[in-house]
């Protein structure tokens, strides 16, 4: 098994990865019922945490992933920045403050909840929560890796049925009808990135 510090490099890396080859994509998405900067903003946050990875060599796991979430919050911007940097603290921090033993699907749960707070959103507001949620599911259930990520990238596609309710998108009204929203294929595609790194790199 990697050390925490090999696991954190190497998930950086594969989620950097991940939302550069997907830049423009995610713009696009965003184009559509935004301001079309959500694949900028992604990039520039994931570019801030490998700049940073020096710093974050010299720390335990839940303390690397809370100094991520604040790295993200300073470098997202928008609205995604506030979301995913909140989301990451909260984990960091639930698994900090716990014993080893206790289950990541208690500490993400309560991370989620903490980025519904922080969004004033639910499920079905159109929102990254919207992956969020059914990533919990699959955790409760300890579903494998691909069955994980496959539940991410299907709950970001079902977004596009529903109305905005928050954020710009939510001005659009029943125009953001028919559109993917982009904070949740963001989700989708880093949850995807994230289990292919495990899968390949950890035991399961
Ligand atoms: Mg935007």
Redesign the pocket.
Known sequence: MQSDQALIAGLIEACREAIAQNAEHLCEL?SAI?????GT?MRRGCDAVCAERQNLSGLSFPEAVEKIGITLVMNIG???GPLYGTLLMEIGRELRDRDKTSDFATAFERAVDAVARRGRSRSGDKTLLDVLYPIHAELTRRAALADIAERARLSADRTAPMRAMR??AAYLGDRSIGHVD?GASSCALLTAAICRYLGEHRAA
Do not use: E, L, Q, W
């Open positions: 965003d935004g301001d079309g900067d959500h903003n928008g609205a995604a954020g710009r982009p």
